[in-house]
Structures are given as C-alpha cells and as structure tokens.
C-alpha cells in the first residue's frame, strides 16, 4: 500500500525528518510519500499558520499528481485541516494528533502532550476535544522551543523535552505524547529516562493508516464528511488554465 504523509509547512527537511520517521514505523508492503506544500508558513506556531497551513495542505493534496494512494497521514500536531480532507480525498485520513491520543489511551488512564511553544497548547486542547479525547488528557505542555529549532540543537531539545515532560508527568500524565512531527525519534530515549511510554503521533497515524485499508475502511459519507457539494470554487489567486486537478487516490 501507499501512504500519502503531509508536512504541514514548507520545510523540506522538516518533511524529510517526517518521512524517515514513517518508513521506520510502516510494515515492508507499505510505501511513504512525503508531500511539501507548495506556500504557507515555513512552520505552523500559532492560529494564523494554523488555518494557512491547512488551505496551503488541502491544495497540496487536491492538486496531487504522483502514483495513487490508498490513504493520507496529516503530520502536523494540533493544526487544522483534517475535517476538510476527510471531505477531499477517497481514502483513510489520519491526524497524528488524533492517532496519538487514541493509542496514549490504550496504555494508561491519563496521557500528557509535550509540544513546542505555549502558544500552541489551545489548538492542540481543540484538537483533542474535538476528536473526543480530551478528557484523558492531564496536560499539554510546552518546552518554550520553536519548531524550528527542534533538529538545530538536538541535545537541547532533549533537555527541554525531559523537563516538560516532567511537569506532564507531574500533572498525573502516565504516558506522553510527542506534541509536534518534528520531534519524531525523541521516544525512544524519553521512556528509558522517565520510565513512560512515550507515543509517536507520525507512527501511530502509519500504523492506524495501514490497519484501516487493511480493514477495508474509509471515511462515512453519512452526514459530516459527505463530499464537498458541486460548485465553483476559486483557490487563490487565478492561475495559468489547465492548473487544479481533483484529489487522487483509491476509487471507491
């Protein structure tokens, strides 16, 4: 099968760091993707990257030209979009954000999210309340670090990460979550230190993914995520004729 993962910025390193994470967590019959968008924030902090991250997303996907996916994984924590895509595309979409919550809530009564900056804390309390998971959630907390300047100081990214993580901890979190797809391969040497699972939202999205077309399942159409209906809409500024396209994917 071939999974779809979206970056939610511009950054293409930042997808690169993504993807290797996603490849290490699919099965051997499974093929990773990574999508850039094409404009939007160079990283998503804040409600204004946020809803410009998820248009800049959902055009990336509906003008997808590549081989046919059988489902997309949304790698950005907390940000919007997902509904919309759910509506777009003929495939299983999975939030990391929403992933990770789930499988936190299999392996202990309370989870913690540890993200990057404060700011970010509210959409990612939206997110999770949204999704239906919020109430096991202790805390979300930030390590003060900008998304960027996550891969530039690898140590003090640790640093910062233990400590918030502690305070999670602190607040009754009995597993933690990486709270941003760039701190994908943190968990491995947070848990050994803290003595928690600690929950990859770019892995767990993968593996939900695979075992959704596995299943056989994709998104209702009954009610919330019908298709979008019939009617012209203008996407950005006016472009050269024949630009566009409509979102791929496996047929129905």
């Known amino acids: 099968m071939r999974i779809v993962v979206t970056n939610c910025n511009t950054t293409r390193e930042m997808t690169e ?30 409600w204004l990257d946020s809803y410009l991250s998820a248009a800049a997303v959902l055009d ?12 997309v994984v949304l790698a950005g924590f907390g940000e919007h979009g997902r509904e919309g895509v759910r509506e777009l595309v003929d495939v299983p979409v999975v939030d990391i954000t929403e992933a990770a919550a789930h499988l936190a809530c299999l392996l202990g009564r309370r989870y913690g999210v540890v993200t990057t900056l404060d700011r970010s804390r509210g959409q990612i309390e939206d997110s999770l309340e949204t999704a239906g998971v919020a109430r096991n959630c202790a805390a979300v907390v930030g390590t003060g670090l900008e998304v960027l300047d996550l891969a530039a100081d690898p140590a003090r990214t640790e640093t910062a990460f233990l400590a918030a993580a502690g305070r999670a901890r602190d607040a009754g979190a009995e597993v933690l979550i990486l709270g941003c797809a760039g701190m994908t391969g943190l968990e491995g040497t947070v848990a050994r230190k803290l003595g928690l699972p600690v929950v990859d939202g770019v892995g767990a999205a993968v593996k939900l993914a695979e075992s959704l077309v596995a299943l056989g399942l994709t998104t209702s159409r009954a009610g919330g995520y019908a298709k979008p209906l019939p009617k012209h809409r203008a996407w950005g500024r006016p472009t050269a004729p024949g630009r566009g396209g409509t979102a791929q994917g496996r047929q129905s």
């Open 60 to 71: 990336a996907l509906r003008t997808y030209d590549g081989p046919p996916y059988d489902a």
């Open 17 to 46: 760091d993504i993807v290797r994470g996603a490849r290490a967590a699919a099965g051997p019959d499974t093929t990773v993707t990574g999508l850039t968008p094409a404009w939007g924030p160079e990283s998503a902090e804040g």
